[in-house]
């Protein structure tokens, strides 16, 4: 059905119920001609007469009666759907899909929601835990975290977080039995406890910079995990040295579960952006969501 015969249907219910063009038209907000002229239309496409118009009164015929018995109801349905949008549009509610690293779930993502949700019960948030560079518009997502570095050019970024350090750590039992690294280039003689990322396609290459010089060195030991919590976890209990985001281990630095090694060489990254596709249709949820999330320093 086109939009325009759509239109002639509602103006020809309109008319039906009011019983009078004259105030069926200043309900639609149009002229008393051009609604007479829009029921011809409709008459003469559908090759039936649907009204009995006299210079007093105007009633439905036969054929308007069956045709207002089901157009009604179909368009009081319609009218109560777009009365539906305008409370979400008016009271923020919906379901909001976020994929993201573990790192930004636990250290930005949570504490937000915890702030946020509590306010408004009718948002739901689903965050999917992720390595990947997800296609979020393929996967049905309404945005991603990922570091500023890693997000494309085409999308809307807004920052979430800080800047980040990571941190090459070990546990004082690693160290009695181990060496301490001078340099990046020493971990290839280290236990190193590995992070299998599925966008780098195998094992990550631990990343240093000191005065402009980058390096990437590829990291061996006898453990590898897919995630901080278990590399932590082992790094703790003395299995070997792990490259963890400074803030996820500073708690175990303070208080000698964890020391920290070649801080010099360990730059700052561009920090957690929310990024999606576009700033249209844009509902009042995520709008919220967007600005809970929003880094100010």
Known sequence: MRREELADLNAFVTVAEERSFTRAAAKLGTSQSALSYTIRRLETRLGVRLLARTTRSVAPTEAGARLLRTLGPALDQIGSELASLSELRD??????????????????????????????????????????????????????????????KDMIAV????????????????????????????????????LRLPTYGGLYAWEFEKRGRELKVRVEGQVVFNNIALQ??????????????????????????????????????????????????????????????????
């Not at 690693?174 to 340099?183: M, N, S, V």
């Open 91 to 152: 009271k923020p509610a919906g379901t909001i899909r976020i994929t993201t690293g573990e790192h930004a779930a636990e250290a930005i993502l949570s504490p937000a929601l915890t702030r946020l949700l509590p306010q408004y019960p009718d948002i739901k948030v689903e965050i999917s835990v992720e390595y990947g560079l997800t296609d979020i518009v393929a996967e049905g997502y309404a945005a991603g975290v990922r570091l500023g570095e890693h997000v494309a």
């Open 159 to 194: 920052r979430i977080g800080p800047d980040l350090r990571m941190a090459v750590v070990g546990a004082p039992s690693y160290f009695a039995r181990r060496p301490r690294p001078k340099q990046p280039q020493d971990l290839t003689a280290q236990d190193c406890i590995g």
């Open 232 to 297: 932590l976890n082992a790094a703790v209990g003395g299995l070997g040295l792990a490259y963890l985001p400074e803030d996820r281990v500073q708690p175990y630095l303070s208080d000698g579960r964890l020391i920290r090694v070649l801080d010099d060489w360990c730059a700052l990254y561009s920090g957690y952006h929310l990024y999606y596709p576009s700033r249209r249709q844009q509902t009042p949820a995520f709008a919220l969501l967007v600005d809970a999330l929003r880094y100010r320093g």
